[in-house]
């Protein structure tokens, strides 16, 4: 059983920039692919950004491409999503999640979910 906890969310102005972070613990985090999704007030689950098993392949939704960056670091079992130019749009709970079998942006794929941190993004 592969545990997730998301940190790093808060209140940022328009314009700033954070980073955050998904811990992994409890399973081998490199044979997973790692995806972070959002969920903001109101609306359906997003896809942000997904990382393969070794990090060489990345992929962004097209709300964040340009912007946002994720990055992984397997011997600290951790992922990252650097999130730059923030706009108020970007406000929502941000998940990590992770896949045994999937590279992939979709949420029914995944198999691991952590609880979420708040980005709160103010214009």
């Known amino acids: 059983q592969v545990q997730l906890v998301e940190s790093g969310g808060g209140l940022v102005q328009a314009g700033g920039s954070l980073r955050l972070s998904c811990a992994a613990s409890g399973g081998t985090f490199n044979t997973y692919a790692m995806t972070w999704f959002r969920q903001a007030p109101g609306k359906e689950l997003e896809f942000v950004a997904l990382i393969s098993r070794g990090g060489g392949s990345t992929a962004y939704g097209d709300s964040v491409k340009g912007r946002f960056t994720i990055s992984r670091d397997n011997a600290k079992n951790t992922m990252y999503l650097q999130m730059n130019s923030l706009k108020s749009e970007d406000t929502a709970v941000y998940y990590c999640?992770?896949?045994?079998?999937?590279?992939?942006?979709?949420?029914?794929?995944?198999?691991?979910w952590g609880k979420g941190t708040l980005v709160t993004v103010s214009s």
């Open positions: 999640a992770a896949s045994r079998r999937y590279y992939s942006g979709n949420s029914r794929d995944m198999d691991y």
